[in-house]
């Protein structure tokens, strides 16, 4: 493998959960050395949805590969001195913390720029850090509630919100991009800058074009279950052993639909001359699409839209999503074994296929702590001086 292109690069993570940590866990794809800092218990984090006997959990497994483990208490007077060395070696610090925790963890811009005038800070925080809501806490929901997704999403009298946590993977890969330009920024300038996220501030952008036409045309949108408004038939339908959805937008692919279906006279009704006045009559053309899946099995519904170069895909339990064959040809998981795994996890390299400098997952997840003692001796910290940190609960 070439030299990866962030080698060189040191990352603090103190970051929790995904929008922190995953951002950080791109960085340590290509190649930046990213140190993992969490409490010497371990962090909340690292036991949610738990697979091993000492909980720790599939989230965690995610969020963390490629990265070394330091314990710290950043609040003890020997923490911070911790804290200071590290900050010395660093190139960029993440932190999705609340500002008055990083005030009080010496982590917030100023305190970072007094020990290294050139570090990159990358935060996030829920609702940004201005408005009536900075100073409040949230997650992922949080943001897909107040930008209008969840309201639009299932039933009118019974909103959902998506399982996937857009909103916390979509602030990481903004975090992400935006660290990335201040690295390039700092290489022709020397200057270093903070970087602010917000879930929400992401979720907004991620919904705009709904808010959009909105604010333009008011058309007061209520939700449709899974049926689209803006084109059709956009639906989930049952087949005689499952469940696909299928997406048409756009007339080229409408006239495709309508010659599989043998519906001919359907291009020149008016009630269907555009995705707009499709989306209207949504129901009607997903009824007609219903009947066509219920005859028909998922595997030859599916290739049948294929051929035709329709859009279209099962709904696929979490199981059934690891053991097809599209699955495997990707080849994006790769089984990453840790202590306790009963087997080995399959761990999701970066989806993206790169000709000269393509990442990948080259150690798993650390266990607590794993590596503080290596990461101190780097730092210049010798055995008694370890043990002293370790005494006074620090590391």
């Known amino acids: 493998m070439s030299r990866l292109p962030l080698e ?20 340590a794809e290509y190649g930046a050395d990213v140190i993992r800092i969490e409490k010497r218990s371990g962090s909340e984090d690292r036991f949610t949805a738990p697979i091993t006997a000492q909980g720790e959990g599939g989230l965690f497994m995610q969020m963390n590969r490629n990265k070394r483990s330091l314990t710290l208490d950043p609040m003890t007077e020997r923490g911070r001195e911790v804290v200071r060395r590290l900050v010395a070696t660093a190139d960029v610090v993440v932190a999705n ?42 997650f992922d929901g949080v943001g897909q509630a107040m930008c209008g997704s969840v309201y639009m999403t299932g039933e009118p009298d019974q909103p959902y919100r998506a399982a996937i946590n857009w909103v916390d993977f979509g602030t990481a890969l903004h975090s992400a991009v935006g660290t990335l330009v201040a690295l390039m920024e700092r290489a022709q300038s020397g200057r270093g800058q903070k970087i602010e996220g917000s879930l929400l501030g992401t979720a907004l952008a991620l919904n705009n074009s709904a808010l959009i036409e909105q604010a333009v045309t008011a058309p007061n949108r209520v939700p449709t279950a899974n049926r689209g408004q803006t084109a059709a038939p956009v639906d989930i339908y049952r087949t005689r052993d ?154």
């Open 8 to 27: 060189g690069i040191r990352v603090l993570d103190f970051g929790r959960y995904i929008a922190g940590p995953y951002c950080a866990a791109l960085l």
């Open 97 to 138: 913390l609340p500002a008055p925790a990083l005030v009080q963890m010496g982590l917030d811009d100023d305190s970072l720029r007094a020990i290294k005038p050139d570090i990159i800070l990358t935060t996030s925080s829920a609702f940004g850090p201005t408005g009536p809501l900075s100073s409040y806490v949230g």
């Open 242 to 395: 499952g469940w696909l959805l299928c997406q048409v937008v756009g007339q080229p692919l409408y006239k495709r639909w309508v010659e599989l279906m043998g519906e001919p006279e359907w291009l020149t009704d008016p009630r269907f001359a555009d995705d707009e006045s499709r989306g209207r009559h949504g129901e009607l053309i997903s009824e007609r699409m219903g009947h066509w899946c219920a005859q028909r099995t998922s595997e030859e519904a599916i290739e049948a839209l294929g051929k035709a170069k329709i859009p279209c895909g099962p709904v696929l339990s979490p199981q059934q999503a690891l053991e097809h064959p599209q699955t495997a040809a990707l080849g994006l998981y790769q089984p990453i074994d840790y202590p306790g795994l009963p087997r080995p996890a399959p761990i999701s390299a970066v989806p993206l296929r790169m000709s000269v400098t393509q990442g990948g997952i080259r150690r798993r997840a650390p266990t607590v702590g794993e590596h503080t003692e290596e990461i101190l001796a780097e730092l210049g910290y010798d055995a008694a001086a370890i043990a002293g940190l370790r005494e006074a609960g620090a590391v």
